[in-house]
Every structure is written in C-alpha cells, then in structure tokens.
C-alpha cells in the first residue's frame, strides 16, 4: 500500500482505522466525515493508489487483519470481524486473493515456529510500497473448472467471429483464427439480490435491467444479454467461473434492499480474472430519486471501464424511463408474464402494460413492449394474425413518438414489416433499431434472419454471431446462427457451433431442429431425418417436424410413403406449405408450385423460401420466380446490396 502523505490523505487513514471494526462504515460515511464529495474522494484515492476507494478500504482491512495473525492468538473469525469483515469465508478469500495464501496457513509457520511464508507486514501507516500490478497478482487457484467448459466452448465459438465483426462491420469474411479470449471491455450484469420482501423480487429486476440498458448505450462495450445473465440468479458458482462461461472481464452485481419508500443498493464492479473489486457504489434514498441515481451509476462504471461518453450518449443515460414507481413496477410484472409465451400470460401482460401508461401516459418502454405482446399473440396463432400486426405497429408508433430512440419499439415495427413481406421497410426498421440498441441480442438476432430471408447470408452470419457472444445462453439465437451458417453453406461454422451447442442445449427440440436443416443443407438425409426424430420426441405437437420427417424420408427413397401422408391432410389453407413440402421430397415440380402459388394467395408460405434448401430445385422455373416477385424477394439493388 502506498504511504499516504498529505494531510487529506492521512485524515483518510483515520477515519477508516477509526472505524476498522464497523462493517456498515461506508465511502458515503468518509464523504460525510470529511466533508467531501464522492467524486472528489475517488479522484484523490485514485491518483494515489490507482484503486477505488472501496478496494482501498478492503485491503486495509485486509492489512490490519495480517498485523493481527501475526501479533494475536485470536480466530480468524474473530480477526475477520475485527476488521470489519461480514464473515470469515469473505476474510479468508479477501486475504488470499492479497497474498496468494490463506489466512490459516499463513499462520501455521508461525504456530509451529517456521519461517514466514510471506515478508512480515510492516505497520500500516509505514507501508511506502504500491500496490501490485495486475500481472503481480497471485494466479488463482479455480477448482472443478471443468464444470464451465461446455459453456466455453461455445462462447468460444461465438466469439471467433465477433471479434473479426467488431473489427469490420462491412466485411463479409470470417477469421476463424481470432483468439478466443475475452474483449477487455466486455461485461455481464448479474441478477441483483433482493434483501427484502419477495414482493419486491420485481423491483430487484429492474434495478438491474436499468443498469443493463444504460451501459449497453456504451461504444465499444460488450454487454452480455439478461437472458444469459438470469441464468446465474442464486448460482454457486465463482464469480472468475461465471465470467468464464460467458467469456467476460467484469461482472457487476450485488443487493437490493427495499423498505417502504426507502432503498439501500450495494452495487460492485468486479475484474473476473482476479476476482477483485475495482470499484463499488452504495446508494441509501428515496425511491423517488432512483432513476437519476441508476444514470450516475452508469456513467462511472462507464468511468472506470474508460469509456469515454458523447454528448448523445450522455443524454440517452440520462433518460429516465418513467418517474412514477408503480408504473414501472406493472411494467416490470408484464415483461415477466410475458416470458411465459402463453397465450393467458401475454393477455395479463397488456393488462400490466395498460396499468402502467394509465399511471403515466409518457412512458415509452411500456408501449414497446405492449406492440411486442401483440405481435407474440398473432405470430403464435393466438389471436387474427393482421389484428396483431395491426395493434402491434400502433403500440409501436406510439411509442416511437413518445421517445425516437426506442429501439425495441423498431425492432417490433420490423418485425411486423417483415411478416408482412415489407422488405425494405423492414431492413431499414431493423438498421435503425440497432442504432439506437446496438448491444441488444434479440434484435442482432431478428435482423440476421431478415437478411437471411432475403438472401444476404453473408451479413445474416456477422449478425447472429454478434446475437450469440451477447446472448450465449440462449438456445433460440444459436439456433438461429447455426440456421445461418448452413443457408449460407458455411459448414465450418456450422459444425462448430452444432458440438458445441450438444452440451448446452441438448433437450431443446429447436437445437435438433437446426441441426436436422444442416444435414439437409448437405444432402444428408438420413441424418437429418435422425435430427428430426430427436426434435419430434422433444416436442410432438409440431406438425412441420412430422410433414420433414416425410420428406427426409422421400429423399432418401422411401417413396412409398407420400401417398399415406397426403391422404393424412385436408386441403386447407394452413396446409398448403406441407403439401409443398411433400412434393418437393417427390421432385414432383408441378404439384410442389401449385400449393405455394395457392400459398401466396392466401400469405401463408415457407419460411425463408428463397434460400431453402428444400425448394432449390425450383430456382431455374419462372413459375417460382414469379412467386418470389409477388412477395417481393426478387432480386433488387435494395435487397442484395
């Protein structure tokens, strides 16, 4: 530690000595003491130690805590809190992370009248030297490592081509040569814990999807999806084991405490691969005040990750969602019943989101996601299809016109455009979407399958491969991904993220799905038709699972087969893309373009129709181009540039 020389610096010392016993005594409490700000008192320990004060204040603790084991007879318990230290397991794992040794056996040498294992601790107030760098670190002793290492090597895979994404988004090559190491400034912010009642389990939510969305407006930042975050609520695992796994450098998180009107946050910003805190913010005030307090948060972590903010940034983290607490407490109820996917949880959650822009008609975001709930119903057969689209982009508008920089609200407009067969405006949609929520996953992820709709693979790669690295827990991105590397005849990527993905993934029927369309991609129909069966038994009330099942079986010359299933389906509207199907199996090209031309009579057709494999056999007749034209897939300098 350095030797503090001024007199500023020494008053400092005191205070924390002073109150070495106190666990509760806070950067907030020094501020008070010393009559200083919080930015002033990070700016003068900064310069002098290049730490935050909240580490300064631990490694003293930590310190005096050694000076203790070697001039006392007390239990580590009973030194740890001594100094100030909320239980031994912390104290220990603090001392070790300082010294490279645990407390107890930095103390049995001198039990059994040894050498020291490390020099003895000068007093704290003579202490002359700094502290260590980063690389003179002790190397941490991880156990059961293993145990992350099928999540790795899927990040890994992710990140091959996010790195050569972020170092050019105009090209189309991919290096699969990149280092599968973690981006410096990447970071995942962690469920926070709620200390109080489980009713107020929401409000800890939100606290860290605020924090989330502020720092994912952060240039060349990396911010893990909440979808793949959420995955560690209440985890044992080690805060270098999580950052692992979600290939990360940072992990932010903590505690929520809830009383009444009052909340107490314990925020801290730890570097992964020394498990060390560089830097922590308690917060004890009104509710009322929470937002504008969330706003600060962002901008010094965004400080300490030295990122340097633009006038435009500063102004969107300064955005406050809404001011009034309990509409964004229903808006918070509605986001989660609407994960449900459930035709009853997306109606309550438009009731949530109802309530809430009752209570304040300002606030966009419930808008936003109101359109999202809407578009849920219709595209999974809920609700009319064009009545979902159509309140779907009016929520949508609304909330665009409330606040421009919304982007999931494009994102929703986009979708709904794409379904419409919209695609320019969709593209476009998509592109502003993504200027204004760079970071978020799901919209890199829905924005990679338009463009694969339309034929541009190549981009369709770059885009589900950023999706992945943000959302690496998440099967239905790399599903997606996987969609858009065998599309694209990228079978390397495909195969990569196929091994991987078994051990993440292996009882979703999505993952068997994709997998199944890379075999088909490659001709392979007996695997794909083994994929297939997989998907099947995992979730048998998917009937196009049961209509490529036929097919891979007419592919590979079970011909006689074809007759029984056609007899099997009525010749409706929403069978018409199976009776295609079918036919293509058989080669059959009239019958195959009689049932898509009735499909696109009626809007219902195969997804991703101008790239399927399924279909490439129709791609010289003029009959399929004419097809393609009426649903405006032909090819234009929009849709190919």
Known sequence: MYLLENS??????????????NPTYSIDEICRDLGISRSQLFRHIKEKTSHSPSLYIRQRRIHKGKELLDSTPLKIAEIAYRVGIDSPQSFSKYFTDEFGISPSEYRKPRENGQADLIAAPPNLETLTQPFPTIHQFPALRINNWWLGLGTVLLIWASIFVWQQFTASTNSTSIDLASSPVPTENSIAVLPFKNLGAAENSFFSDGIMEQIHTSIALIDHLIVISKTSSMRYRDTKKTTPQIAKEL?????????????????HI???????????????????????????????LAKEIANELNQKLSTAQNKKIERVPTTNLEAYNEYLKGKQLQLTRAKAGLEASIQRFDKAFALDPTFADAYSYKASSY???????????????????????????????????????????RSQNKWEQSLSTYQVALKHSPNDAQINYWYSLALR????????????????????????VLVGHIGNCSYAGRFDLAEKSIKDGAILFSNSYLYYYATAFYFINKHDYKSALEEFRKSDRLNSDVKSIKTLIVYCQLKSGQKDLAEPYLRSLTDTAENYTFFAIIYAGLNDKESCLHYLQKGVDVGILPEYLKVSPIFTFLHSDSRFKAILQRIGLADSPSLTQ
């Open 247 to 263: 290939n990360v450098n940072y992990i932010l998180g903590r505690t929520v405490l809830q009383v009444g009107t009052t909340v």
């Open 266 to 296: 314990n925020i801290e910003l730890i570097k992964a691969n020394e498990d060390r805190v560089v830097w922590a913010n308690n917060y004890e005030g009104e509710l009322s005040t929470i937002f504008s307090h969330m706003s600060t």
């Open 453 to 476: 709709s339309v034929g541009r693979l190549d981009e369709a790669i770059r885009y589900s491969t950023k999706a992945v690295a943000l959302d690496p827990l998440y099967p239905v």
């Open 375 to 417: 578009y849920l119903l219709g595209s999974l057969d809920y609700m009319d299809l064009q009545k979902s689209y159509q309140m779907a982009e009016k929520n949508a508008l609304t909330a665009i016109r409330l606040d421009e920089n919304n982007g999931m609200a494009y994102a929703i407009l986009a979708n709904v455009y």
């Open 8 to 21: 500023f610096l020494d008053k400092t010392n005191q205070l924390i000595d002073k109150n070495i016993e």
